[in-house]
């Protein structure tokens, strides 16, 4: 079983949707969670951390469960430029990430 | 000037060369990470330093070898390259829980 795991997608949606992104994690020990966002071909970028109160950062909101080892992602009113692979992420006790292999999104007009 | 860059860009070699992939940063960063990356396996560790005297191996470090020349400069290399080592390579620094990439190193072994 992977350690993070993410549905790959792709998921297609029009311009002005909302998309909800999950994921779940193995070790009941990790100790911090990210998403990080990550264009074709580019490197991946630091979108937002995920706290266990849950984050808002403009149209996105990320969401931590930890009795159910679960985190998500929230994007209200797509945009075009939404369109990227989402990487959850999680670090363990010893600063390392553990990358899910990301889900796909594509945004139409 | 990008924080963190990588030499060379692309690369496309054949098996059984040695070759060399380069990180610096100039974020002052004492922890660097070399990863590589495949179509549906997501990022994978591959070495990590928390400091110049600090290397540790990540889940896929056969076949691989990495020197901390610097704060700022974290080598990878393929001794002997092979074509399932075909793929896309990041370097990484972080100074907290943030890990800032490289713009990656896409190598072909023929």
């Known amino acids: 079983r992977k350690e993070v795991e993410q549905d790959p997608g792709p998921f297609n949606v029009p311009e002005g949707a909302t998309v909800a992104f999950n994921c779940t994690y193995s070790n009941s020990a990790s100790q911090s969670f990210f998403w990080y966002r990550q264009d074709c071909r580019k490197e991946p970028k630091l979108l937002m951390s995920v706290y266990s109160s849950g984050n808002e950062d403009g149209r996105f909101t990320a969401q931590l469960n930890r009795a159910s080892q679960y985190i998500s992602l929230l994007i209200r009113d797509s945009k075009l430029s939404d369109s990227a692979t989402y990487l959850c992420?999680?670090?363990?006790?010893?600063?390392?990430?553990?990358f899910g292999s990301g889900t796909r999104l594509l945004v139409r007009p | 000037d990008a924080d963190v860059t990588q030499t060379p860009r692309n690369r496309i070699t054949k098996t059984g060369k040695r070759i060399m992939l380069e990180c610096s940063q100039t974020k002052g960063h004492d922890r660097m990470y070399w990863y590589r990356q495949d179509p549906g396996l997501g990022l994978r560790l591959i070495y990590y330093s928390f400091d110049v005297k600090d290397i540790n191996k990540g889940e896929i470090s056969d076949g691989y070898s990495v020197s901390r020349q610097a704060q700022a400069k974290f080598s990878l290399s393929l001794e002997s390259a092979i074509p399932n080592q075909t793929a896309l390579y990041f370097c990484?620094?972080?100074?907290?829980?943030?890990?800032?990439f490289g713009p990656g190193t896409r190598l072909t072994v023929l």
């Open positions: 992420v999680v670090r363990n006790s010893s600063y390392k990430l553990i």
């Open positions: 990484a620094t972080a100074g907290t829980d943030t890990q800032y």
